[in-house]
């Protein structure tokens, strides 16, 4: 390893933060990267507030003890019920000078400009869509006129990616359900969040589904360029992440699974390391 390696940790408990990835090496590529997938506890969604915040602080752990200096939560779910008690307190009593940052607050802020109706639509997991966490940040960056939001659940939607399916009459049929279900609960909806960072995978097969003049919001791009933002904004960050180009890939699962899949998600070939986690 280079001298004072200090990667970007990158953290999702299954495959889908790949996407969020990719659009992070094409915003930032001069940084080194370290990408920790708990592939073998996967999923998350289902889980409890408890066990998916202790899975998420053992993540960040490992990251931390890997010489990060600063991690992304690359997932929707760990964002949603393990962000914010990582930052207000093992952050502040264990590492107060690293940071953690999530993948719905960035999401959120861009919501105001982008609807004109007001009416905002949520596709998620069943954990997220539970959490409630995308109404409440909502809620929170637009106090004064208030968004509607609608949730649907769409509990398919990741195996058929994962199974590489997206080509395939299913993944047409539950895409399709699903949206037509979110629709028939405002048909006012003119902004949706792929709230799954897996969902990308299935946004042309999304948009064939969608009315006319219904945009899409990928979370990757977004969190690339708030990432971006957030580094020039704090310098004393910026400059203690290494910039070698380095790229490392960690899971808890067969190396072989995640290398085949990461292909999928990333167009490219990996070659990752096993590690245990807890």
Same mark, same amino acid.
């Given at each position: ?16 933060? $790949? ?27 289902? &889980? ?7 899975? *998420? ?13 600063? /991690? /992304? ?41 982008? *609807?004109? *109706?007001?009416? /905002?639509?949520? $596709? ?11 109404? $409440?940040? #909502? ?9 509607? /939001? ?15 399916? #997206? ?11 699903? $949206? ?11 902004? !949706? !969040?792929?709230?799954? *960072? ?34 020039? &904004? ?45």
């Amino acid at each position: 390893m280079p001298v004072n390696y200090q990667p970007i940790g990158v953290f999702d408990s299954g495959y889908g933060g $790949l996407t969020i990835f990719r659009e992070l090496l094409k915003e930032l590529p001069e940084y080194d990267y370290l990408y920790l997938g708990d592939n073998a506890r996967n999923p998350y969604g289902n &889980r409890s507030f408890e066990v998916v915040y202790e899975y *998420t602080w053992q993540a960040v752990s490992q990251l931390f003890e890997r010489g990060c200096r600063l /991690v /992304v939560l690359a997932c929707n779910t760990a964002s949603a019920k393990a962000l914010r008690n990582i930052q207000q307190k093992e952050l502040p009593a264990f590492y107060p000078d690293r940071r953690v940052l999530g993948v719905i607050r960035p999401s959120v802020e861009m919501i105001p400009e982008m *609807t004109k *109706t007001g009416h /905002v639509g949520i $596709l998620g997991t069943v954990g997220t869509v539970l959490s409630d966490s995308y109404p $409440l940040e #909502i809620a929170k960056v637009s106090p004064f006129s208030p968004i509607t /939001v609608v949730q649907e659940a769409c509990p398919m939607w990741v195996p058929i990616v994962e199974n590489n399916l #997206i080509e395939s009459p299913g993944a047409a049929y539950f895409v399709q359900q699903n $949206l037509a279900s979110l629709f028939s609960k405002d048909p006012r909806i003119d902004t !949706i !969040i792929l709230g799954c *960072t897996h969902y990308p995978l299935l946004s042309g097969l999304i948009s064939k589904y969608l009315p006319v003049g219904v945009h899409l919001l990928d979370q990757g791009p977004v969190v690339a360029g708030k990432l971006k933002d957030y580094l020039f &904004r704090h310098p004393e960050m910026e400059e203690v992440c290494s910039k070698s180009g380095g790229r490392e890939y960690l899971t808890t699962e067969s190396t072989r699974n995640f290398d085949q899949l990461a292909n999928l998600f990333l167009g490219k070939s990996v070659v990752s390391q096993h590690i245990k986690l807890g």
